[in-house]
T-cell receptor
């Protein structure tokens, strides 16, 4: 059975204090790893898709990387508007279903 | 309207009520999904429709009944729910239901069952 574990569960940062979120996964035949951002009371907002180990993608202060066992979401010099829950999900070959982690809730204080 | 929309945004219902959730996607996608999100738990896939055909029913109780009249609209009919069904119900869509396709989510319906 596919497993997706995100750590830490919660992260409190000072504005400008860079940090990383971890998503470790156990899946046979990874097809894609997806990162979403979710604000309270709203639906997940798509951030990145990574398809193969070594791949990296960036968007503003966020950078996602992928290895064969885990993915990291790096937040560089975060701002209060980066406060949200970040969700990781994986899909495997020949199966459209996404397996989600429980998320990391990031709070950035000014 | 753009993206994926859901109505209502909030719903309170008694255990004997019947209600429906509506989802509409404006992305030209062919696959639509219903998810349940409970506090501190990962998203749970409930149903999948691909080109209007149901391709997944993830062991969901029969008190939840989906309907997909066309590729742009998805409904979730609710009846005789239980308090443990209280959650955020999310609709998503993708171009097709394949492993590499990105799913785009709506804002969700916050459901409270009394």
């Amino acid at each position: 059975e596919d497993q997706v574990t995100q750590s830490p569960e919660a992260l409190r940062l000072q504005e400008g204090e860079s940090s990383s979120l971890n998503c470790s996964y156990t899946v046979s035949g990874l097809r894609g790893l997806f990162w979403y951002r979710q604000d309270p009371g709203k639906g997940p907002e798509f951030l990145f898709t990574l398809y193969s180990a070594g791949e990296e993608k960036e968007k503003e202060r966020l950078k996602a990387t992928l290895t064969k066992k885990e993915s990291f979401l790096h937040i560089t010099a975060p701002k209060p508007e980066d406060s949200a829950t970040y969700l990781c999900a994986v899909s495997r070959s020949n199966d459209y279903k996404l397996s989600f982690g429980a998320g990391t809730t990031v709070t950035v204080r000014a | 309207e753009t993206g994926v929309t859901q109505t209502p945004r909030h719903l309170v219902m008694g255990m004997t009520n019947k209600k429906s959730l509506k989802c509409e996607q404006h992305l030209g996608h062919n696959a639509m999904y219903w998810y349940k999100q409970s506090a501190k738990k990962p998203l749970e896939l409930m149903f999948v429709y691909n080109f209007k055909e149901q391709t997944e029913n993830n062991s969901v109780p029969s008190r939840f009944s989906p309907e997909c009249p066309n590729s742009s609209h998805l409904f979730l009919h609710l009846h005789t729910l239980q308090p443990e069904d209280s959650a955020l119900y999310l609709c998503a869509s993708s171009q097709q239901s394949t492993a590499q396709e990105t799913q785009y989510f709506g804002p969700g319906t916050r459901l409270l069952v009394l």
